[in-house]
């Protein structure tokens, strides 16, 4: 009889610690889909403001472990090779890639703003085009390899605000979460944007969390949680399959949803 209770226990047991895990993994869904809050309790997700960005508060959640930020999405279409065209036809706007005097995003001819842009020619992928450039890049590539840069039409990346990130450094990864569609995907730290901005992710990243990819007109004005790994990269760029596998391994490690699923239910009831 005492053995039959003992191999009970030992049943409810593992059922409890089943139970438990599950609160606190992430197990991916179908096509990328974050699975809808538990009723399971989960513990509280801790949160104290680091610093705010035009208004929009930059949260350190699991002791300065992970970044959380929950704001807009504008399409950064920066690295792409066709981004920024000499009469404006480029994917995006010229603007964005700069001002005479000033080309902040674009290759020059004495690598500085104040130079003349770099054109593409016959043997790159779009001749005629600007040459786009992101903070990350490869630094084995010269300047004026369009490879060089992370292009944001096949790589997740996210922006954060020049001088401003919170501590993540280029190169970190993170995961981004649509919440209103509950649709997440890996990214990388790709880009620096102005000090006084932040919401900014590429094309791919756009397209994996069914947002409007296009520079021009698309993105959304809110409903875009944003959660950083500082010290989760090394400075170099990744490629999208390496982005996937090690960003959902740190989600996974820091707790996965669930330990920052009360604070993205708060937001969800605000939208």
Not at 76 to 97: C, K, M, Q, T
């Amino acid at each position: 009889m005492r053995t039959k209770v003992a191999v009970v226990i030992v049943i409810l047991l593992g059922s409890l610690l089943s139970i438990f895990a599950s609160a606190y993994t992430y197990n991916p869904s179908p096509k990328g889909s974050l699975p809808m809050p538990s009723k399971t309790p989960l513990m509280t997700c801790l949160k104290s403001t680091k610093l705010e960005v035009a208004g929009v508060p930059v949260w350190e959640v699991l002791g300065g472990r992970a970044l959380l930020i929950i704001s807009k999405m504008s399409i950064d279409a920066d690295g792409a090779p066709n981004a920024y065209h000499p009469e404006d036809i480029g994917i995006d706007f010229l603007s964005n890639g700069g001002r005479p005097g000033n080309w902040w995003a674009l290759v020059t001819d004495n690598g500085r703003k104040d130079g003349r842009p770099v054109v593409q020619n016959s043997s790159a992928p779009f001749p005629g085009f600007y040459i786009s450039t992101t903070s990350l890049f490869d630094a084995t590539r010269p300047r004026i390899d369009t490879k060089r840069y992370i292009d944001s039409r096949f790589v997740p990346y996210f922006v954060l605000p020049k001088g401003r990130s919170g501590g993540a450094r280029l190169g970190d990864l993170g995961v981004v979460i649509n919440l209103r569609t509950h649709k997440l995907s890996p990214a990388i730290f790709a880009d620096n944007g102005p000090s006084d901005a932040i919401g900014e992710g590429s094309i791919r990243l756009a397209d994996n969390l069914g947002v409007n990819s296009n520079p021009k007109n698309g993105g959304v004005s809110s409903g875009i949680a944003y959660l950083v790994f500082p010290g989760s990269g090394n400075g170099k760029p990744k490629s999208p399959e390496e982005i996937e596998s090690e960003a959902m391994e740190w989600f996974k490690r820091l707790g996965g949803i669930g330990m920052c699923r009360d604070c993205l239910q708060l937001k969800l009831e605000q939208l």
